[in-house]
């Protein structure tokens, strides 16, 4: 069975993209924080789709070790590996006047250095094969300043840019990479919110498109897919 591994993968983006890629016939391996996350996904999973193999690793992935680790898991899972998705990350709002010191340092390590040593690890896997497509959730954020966007914005201008140089480096290849830069998704850091649910996009709309780029020839790469609730960004 075809194989995809996706961070942050037990709600919103994350969930919904491994529910997508399950639902095509493709075993995962996914990892979060929580184990009991983990443990509430699986056992849904186990349930819709009897058939498919997930791995599933508790690990924080700010933590250099923990990427090196979850990477070490999968590669000793598989053999091969056909879709990367490196969606894990976390919001915090900001201006790089008065946020918190050390909130760049957190967030980068999470949002952008997760994502450097996942795919490193991973891509001698994907040469040796020559065929993958890697995926980097990126954001509305990597393409322009906004109020309060402070350090998290700063982390996913970065994603961007490790998009652009990955892609580069791998286009004699035939592995392709490209940038999801989603608005406004409804998930759990909306609910409460006042803004209703009809307002923001829906997490499978992310998921339909992330597959929708992973199922073109062999010859065409979606570089960069920017997303917004049709009313726009909030």
Not at 7 to 22: E, H, M, V, W
Not at 191 to 211: F, K, L, N, T, Y
Request: charged content about 20%; overall charge neutral; glycine content about 6%.
């Amino acid at each position: 069975m075809p194989y995809a591994v996706i961070t942050g993968a037990t709600q919103g983006i994350g969930k919904a993209i491994a529910d997508k890629f399950l639902s095509q016939g493709f075993n995962i391996a996914i990892c979060a924080r929580s184990s009991a996350d983990l443990d509430k996904v699986k056992n849904e999973w186990a349930a819709k789709y009897a058939s498919r193999k997930v791995l599933a690793v508790a690990a924080d992935l700010s933590d250099k070790a923990a990427c090196f680790d979850f990477a070490a898991q999968v590669l000793n899972d598989t053999t091969t590996i056909d879709v990367l998705i490196n969606n894990a990350g976390t919001y915090f709002p900001g201006s790089l006047a008065d946020e918190p010191d050390g909130q760049l340092e957190q967030l980068m390590n999470l949002n952008l250095y997760s994502a450097y040593n996942i795919t490193r690890k991973l891509l001698p896997a994907f040469k040796l094969q020559n065929s993958g497509h890697i995926f980097n959730m990126c954001s509305v954020a990597s393409l322009k300043a906004y109020p309060n966007g402070g350090a998290y914005s700063i982390t996913k201008y970065a994603l961007m840019g490790f998009s652009d140089n990955l892609r580069e480096e791998l286009m004699q290849t035939n592995i392709k990479v490209t940038a999801m830069s989603p608005g406004a998704v409804y998930s759990r850091s909306w609910q409460g919110s006042g803004v209703p649910e009809s307002r923001i996009m829906q997490a499978s709309d992310v998921a339909d498109m992330v597959w929708a780029a992973y199922k073109l020839s062999p010859q065409a790469c979606v570089e960069h897919i920017t997303l917004r609730p049709q009313l726009g960004d909030l």
